[in-house]
T-cell receptor
Framework: QKEVEQDPGPLSVPEGAIVSLNCTYSNSAFQYFMWYRQYSRKGPELLMYTYSSGNKEDGRFTAQVDKSSKYISLFIRDSQPSDSATYLCAMSATIQGAQKLVFGQGTRLTINP | KAGVTQTPRYLIKTRGQQVTLSCSPISGHRSVSWYQQTPGQGLQFLFEYFSETQRNKGNFPGRFSGRQFSNSRSEMNVSTLELGDSALYLC?????????????????FGEGSRLTVL
């Protein structure tokens, strides 16, 4: 079983739809939760960053962390064709004095005009 | 502020050859990490360097090695290339302290070096 599970998709939705991307994890030590966006032939870029449980909003993007369920989500409102990319969740913790950072598989998202 | 720069962007090698990839981190970032990205395996951690020392290492064979210079620039080397080494190799830098519990894991990635092994 992978430490971080993310549905690879692909996910295709019409423009303007609300998109929900999710990851589950098994290690309760994770404290920092991130979402990266990766356009085709580019490196990942940090999109959202949250610490511990709760919500964080940035424009059309909302990141949600539920540590009790070991579940994180990224919501995209009013989705645009420019949001078409692969979205990777990532989470980190300090374990036995070393930082551990684990990425999900990535979900490929296409927003259709 | 310049981002993470990786060279070369594309390269083609044959089995048995070796390759060296280069990464210049964001100014002020002392940590450099390397990842291999393939469609089937996703992002897999290779190693991390901090202040010229390898701090973390993933589960890759000894053919994969790296180093970091005093100016934080980093190189990774793959010897005796195999077909399965074809991938996008990503370098990421971060502001990080010597105390792991203060580090959050925010990474800034370069655009990658796409390696094809024939």
């Amino acid at each position: 079983q992978k430490e971080v599970e993310q549905d690879p998709g692909p996910l295709s939705v019409p423009e303007g739809a609300i998109v929900s991307l999710n990851c589950t994890y098994s290690n309760s030590a994770f404290q920092y939760f991130m979402w990266y966006r990766q356009y085709s032939r580019k490196g990942p870029e940090l999109l959202m960053y949250t610490y511990s449980s709760g919500n964080k909003e940035d424009g059309r993007f909302t990141a949600q962390v539920d540590k009790s369920s070991k579940y994180i989500s990224l919501f995209i409102r009013d989705s645009q064709p420019s949001d078409s990319a692969t979205y990777l969740c990532a989470m980190s913790a300090t374990i036995q004095g070393a930082q551990k950072l684990v990425f999900g598989q990535g979900t490929r998202l296409t927003i259709n005009p | 502020k310049a981002g993470v720069t990786q060279t070369p962007r594309y390269l083609i090698k044959t089995r048995g050859q070796q390759v060296t990839l280069s990464c210049s981190p964001i100014s002020g970032h002392r940590s450099v990490s390397w990842y291999q990205q393939t469609p089937g395996q996703g992002l897999q951690f290779l190693f991390e360097y901090f202040s010229e020392t390898q701090r973390n290492k993933g589960n890759f064979p000894g053919r994969f090695s790296g180093r970091q210079f005093s100016n934080s620039r980093s190189e990774m080397n793959v010897s005796t290339l195999e077909l399965g080494d074809s991938a996008l190799y990503l370098c990421a830098s971060s502001w990080t302290s010597g105390a792991p519990h203060l580090n959050t894991g925010e990474l800034f990635f370069g655009e990658g070096s796409r390696l094809t092994v024939l």
